[in-house]
């Protein structure tokens, strides 16, 4: 059990300790002196006092304690940025001080008997040539191992057409693949016809399963505002306003550098997001003023958004983590996770009347059709629209 700790809003000299429902955490909050329920809040208040955060630490662990930034720099006004992140964002489940050591996140294990196929590693050899992602070189080389499983002993350079319409009818009935996943094994079985057999290029026309067309998920204006105010840590709540800002993918914000940062032409400057491609994004005045609060107490060198005990961007699942929590705090029932402010960012400037046209060259959509997908939830249109009740 995770509990957070936060100075209340509205009672500057109370914080505000709120956990999931759990009799024993109410059972030890009570040994707090002056602790009250807030049925407003759906929170405990405690004094903001230092005895009471003591205490707090030692009634639930400090292991399992999340302060919120403000909290920490009043009772530790010397706290490091390396300190703040482990009080704000502290590893979760906690590590057990017996645990034996983990092998570093960025191990390499070593290479599987698959890799060392001839087709394999003739597909790696020429995404590699051709700069393409790592992303799509592990998908394709995923897809292409799965296609040399199911052909057996027949090489996959003799495989015929309709061998593989066959082979796409069982990923479809049998395995039931999605669309989108079939695509992706369609698309690293035409690369390595077309681009390493120098073969012509071949068309398969599959039946795919209606698929059910879903809403995407959009944050409103209360809730964007909620989430923030629900964020415990400076850093976390400045990457997040600067998602909703700017529209960034997570991908691309965490690997920005600050010299991608101009000031002078108010400009953002995107490098090689999805597909490699360059863009620019605004820097509003008020993003400017967010990023002078953050980047204050932090200083980071190299990357806007980095990690204060090595220097590395942050590690995006880290990011996901807290946002998830973040969700849950802020009270918001949705099922949606970082990518929902960005679809919220483009949502909402449509709902201002910002032509689509822009919004696409901000989200680096190369199709339009692409864009339109994400925007077409704009509520406020659709509140305006008569009933036929109206009228009767």
């Given at each position: 059990?995770?509990?957070?700790?936060?100075?209340?809003?509205?009672?500057?000299?109370?914080?505000?300790?709120?956990?999931?429902?759990?009799?024993?955490?109410?059972?030890?909050?009570?040994?707090?002196?002056?602790?009250?329920?807030?049925?407003?809040?759906?929170?405990?208040?405690?004094?903001?006092?230092?005895?009471?955060?003591?205490?707090?630490?030692?009634?639930?662990?400090?292991?399992?304690?999340?302060?919120?930034?403000?909290?920490?720099?009043?009772?530790?006004?010397?706290?490091?940025?390396?300190?703040?992140?482990?009080?704000?964002?502290?590893?979760?489940?906690?590590?057990?001080?017996?645990?034996?050591?983990?092998?570093?996140?960025?191990?390499?294990?070593?290479?599987?008997?698959?890799?060392?196929?001839?087709?394999?590693?003739?597909?790696?050899?020429?995404?590699?040539?051709?700069?393409?992602?790592?992303?799509?070189?592990?998908?394709?080389?995923?897809?292409?191992?799965?296609?040399?499983?199911?052909?057996?002993?027949?090489?996959l350079d003799e495989l015929t057409k309709s061998q593989y319409q066959n082979y796409l009818l069982f990923l479809l009935e049998k395995k039931q693949?999605?669309?989108?996943?079939?695509?992706?094994?369609?698309?690293?079985?035409?690369?390595?016809?077309?681009?390493?057999?120098?073969?012509?290029?071949?068309?398969?026309?599959?039946?795919?399963?209606?698929?059910?067309?879903?809403?995407?998920?959009?944050?409103?204006?209360?809730?964007?505002?909620?989430?923030?105010?629900?964020?415990?840590?400076?850093?976390?709540?400045?990457?997040?306003?600067?998602?909703?800002?700017?529209?960034?993918?997570?991908?691309?914000?965490?690997?920005?550098?600050?010299?991608?940062?101009?000031?002078?032409?108010?400009?953002?400057?995107?490098?090689?997001?999805?597909?490699?491609?360059?863009?620019?994004?605004?820097?509003?005045?008020?993003?400017?003023?967010?990023?002078?609060?953050?980047?204050?107490?932090?200083?980071?060198?190299?990357?806007?958004?980095?990690?204060?005990?090595?220097?590395?961007?942050?590690?995006?699942?880290?990011?996901?983590?807290?946002?998830?929590?973040?969700?849950?705090?802020?009270?918001?029932?949705?099922?949606?996770?970082?990518?929902?402010?960005?679809?919220?960012?483009?949502?909402?400037?449509?709902?201002?009347?910002?032509?689509?046209?822009?919004?696409?060259?901000?989200?680096?959509?190369?199709?339009?059709?692409?864009?339109?997908?994400?925007?077409?939830?704009?509520?406020?249109?659709?509140?305006?629209?008569?009933?036929?009740?109206?009228?009767?």
């Amino acid at each position: 059990m995770m509990i957070t700790i936060r100075i209340d809003q509205k009672d500057p000299g109370s914080l505000a300790v709120s956990f999931p429902e759990d009799p024993i955490g109410n059972d030890l909050i009570r040994e707090i002196p002056g602790r009250r329920w807030s049925y407003s809040r759906r929170c405990w208040l405690v004094p903001n006092t230092r005895e009471t955060v003591v205490k707090i630490g030692q009634l639930f662990g400090k292991d399992y304690c999340r302060f919120d930034e403000a909290v920490v720099r009043l009772y530790k006004p010397a706290a490091t940025p390396v300190d703040v992140d482990r009080a704000t964002n502290p590893p979760w489940p906690p590590i057990k001080k017996s645990a034996v050591h983990r092998r570093p996140f960025r191990y390499s294990p070593p290479m599987q008997a698959y890799d060392k196929h001839p087709v394999i590693l003739a597909l790696s050899d020429k995404l590699r040539v051709q700069n393409y992602s790592y992303k799509t070189l592990i998908n394709y080389k995923q897809a292409l191992f799965a296609l040399i499983r199911y052909s057996g002993t027949t090489p996959l350079d003799e495989l015929t057409k309709s061998q593989y319409q066959n082979y796409l009818l069982f990923l479809l009935e049998k395995k039931q693949l999605s669309s989108s996943t079939l695509n992706v094994h369609i698309n690293g079985w035409k690369f390595y016809q077309e681009k390493v057999l120098l073969r012509d290029k071949e068309f398969y026309d599959i039946k795919y399963p209606r698929q059910p067309t879903k809403l995407p998920t959009v944050y409103s204006l209360a809730e964007v505002k909620a989430l923030f105010s629900a964020t415990t840590g400076l850093k976390y709540r400045t990457l997040f306003m600067f998602v909703y800002a700017t529209g960034l993918r997570l991908s691309e914000v965490v690997h920005l550098r600050l010299t991608d940062l101009d000031y002078n032409r108010k400009l953002i400057n995107v490098r090689t997001g999805k597909g490699k491609k360059d863009r620019v994004v605004m820097l509003t005045d008020k993003l400017q003023t967010v990023l002078t609060n953050y980047l204050t107490p932090y200083k980071p060198t190299t990357f806007l958004f980095e990690n204060a005990e090595n220097q590395e961007p942050l590690n995006k699942r880290v990011i996901q983590s807290v946002y998830s929590e973040t969700v849950r705090l802020a009270g918001i029932q949705k099922q949606c996770g970082i990518h929902t402010l960005r679809l919220s960012f483009a949502t909402h400037l449509l709902e201002s009347g910002l032509d689509i046209r822009y919004i696409q060259q901000l989200l680096g959509h190369e199709n339009i059709v692409t864009t339109m997908r994400y925007t077409h939830v704009t509520a406020d249109k659709i509140s305006t629209l008569k009933s036929p009740l109206d009228d009767l």
